[in-house]
């Protein structure tokens, strides 16, 4: 069963930095993409960061310059690091990924969501 599995939510002051990871367990033939969404109450979810298999990565522009995003030694972990962080970065933020399973079928697959927020 694969599944994404996502830390290192938590409150934090505007100005200070957190680091989100999600690592994608089980019984895995590739990854295609990976990445981060986040959705703030009543508002839609939206892309903050996203690498592909390419090694292409796209950053909301609300974030560019303060976030960080790479995949770590493991190769099955993507890491989100933010910096300088604003109270309008306050929201879910859920990890996103299209895998291959050991069946080489293609799915989209959700992490359960970390909150992060963000006090003025």
């Known amino acids: 069963q694969v599944q994404l599995v996502e830390s290192g939510g938590g409150l934090v002051q505007t100005g200070e930095s957190l680091r989100l990871s999600c690592a994608a367990t089980?019984?895995?033939?590739?990854?295609?993409?990976m990445g981060w969404y986040r959705q703030a109450p009543g508002k839609q979810r939206e892309l903050v960061a996203m690498?592909?298999?390419?090694?292409?990565?796209n950053y909301a522009d609300s974030v560019k310059g303060r976030f960080t995003f790479y995949r770590d030694t493991a190769k099955n972990t993507v890491v989100l690091r933010m910096n300088s962080l604003k109270p309008e970065d306050t929201a879910v933020y859920y990890c996103?990924?299209?895998?291959?399973?050991?069946?080489?079928?293609?799915?989209?697959?959700w992490g359960q969501g970390t909150q992060v927020t963000v006090s003025s």
């Open positions: 089980g019984r895995i033939h590739a990854i295609d993409s």
């Open positions: 996103n990924a299209a895998i291959f399973g050991e069946d080489i079928r293609l799915q989209h697959y």
């Open positions: 690498l592909n298999s390419a090694g292409s990565t």
